[in-house]
């Protein structure tokens, strides 16, 4: 499985990004996506998480009611709909694909299998 992560730039505090991570392999469909984002000096942190057919999505508390994770198995895709940003938000933002078939997106990054490249998101004041 490879995945490429894309999408990131510089935005002002209050704007938007989407994020998109293509995933190559036939497990895409049955498979738990999530991002997670890492910032300068700190470590890596979950962000948000979609079951394998977008019935369940989960969030971390600091992203809650401003981003959205959605997917499109068609497309082998997932998307990372980032509103409101804030400085705070600044870190390379990674996709990862969590192999195991089930309705329980996992929040912990050693229960993911592959991970993208990764892409920076800068969030100016």
């Known amino acids: 499985v490879q995945l490429q992560a894309y999408g990131g730039g510089l935005v002002q505090a209050g704007g938007s990004l989407r994020l998109s991570c293509a995933a190559s392999?036939?497990?895409?469909?049955?498979?738990?996506m999530g991002w997670f984002r890492q910032a300068p000096g700190k470590e890596r942190e979950f962000v948000a998480a979609i079951s394998w057919n977008g019935g369940t999505t989960t969030y971390a508390d600091s992203v809650k009611d401003r981003f959205t994770i959605s997917r499109d198995n068609a497309k082998n895709t997932v998307y990372l709909q980032m509103n409101s940003l804030k400085p705070e938000d600044t870190a390379v933002y990674y996709c990862a694909v969590d192999l195991r078939f089930t309705n329980r997106p996992n929040v912990l990054s050693e229960r993911y299998d592959y991970w993208g490249q990764g892409t920076l998101v800068t969030v100016s004041s």
């Open positions: 392999g036939r497990t895409f469909s049955t498979s738990t």
